[in-house]
C-alpha cells in the first residue's frame, strides 16, 4: 500500500476531524501533496495542497475550515477539518498533485445535521 488515509467518521454538523496519510518516502519527499474528495454521484475534487516545504492552497469551499499540513520525516500528510457541514460528507483521499500515482481507499467522512 503506497497510499493510506485514515481518521474519517460519523459525526455532526460542526465538528471537527483530523485526516492522515501516510505515503512510502519515494512518492512523498519533494511532491506536492494533495488531500481530494468525492461524495456521491460527484468528481472528485480537490479540496487542499501543500508543497515540498510550505505553499497551502484551499478551495473555495474549505478556506477557513480546513488546514493541510505535513511531517516529511513520517511521509505524513494531514487535514485538519474544523466547522465540518454536511456538504463535506465524501470519501477523503490523499495524492501527488503531480503524477498521481494509484489512488488509495480514502477514507468516508460523513457529517451529519
Known amino acids: 500500500v503506497q497510499l493510506q488515509a485514515s481518521g474519517g467518521g460519523l459525526v455532526q454538523t460542526g465538528a471537527s476531524l483530523r485526516l492522515s496519510c501516510v505515503a512510502s518516502g519515494s512518492i512523498f519527499s519533494g511532491y506536492t501533496m494533495g488531500w481530494y474528495r468525492q461524495a456521491p454521484g460527484k468528481q472528485r475534487e480537490l479540496v487542499a495542497s501543500?508543497?515540498?516545504?510550505?505553499?497551502?492552497n484551499y478551495a473555495n469551499s474549505v478556506k477557513g475550515r480546513f488546514t493541510i499540513s505535513r511531517d516529511n520525516a513520517k511521509n505524513t500528510v494531514y487535514l485538519q477539518m474544523n466547522n465540518l457541514k454536511p456538504e463535506d460528507t465524501a470519501v477523503y483521499y490523499c495524492?501527488?498533485?503531480?503524477?498521481?500515482?494509484?489512488w488509495g481507499q480514502g477514507t468516508q467522512v460523513t457529517v451529519s445535521s
Open positions: 501543500i508543497g515540498p516545504s510550505s505553499g497551502l
Open positions: 495524492n501527488r498533485l503531480i503524477a498521481p500515482i494509484s
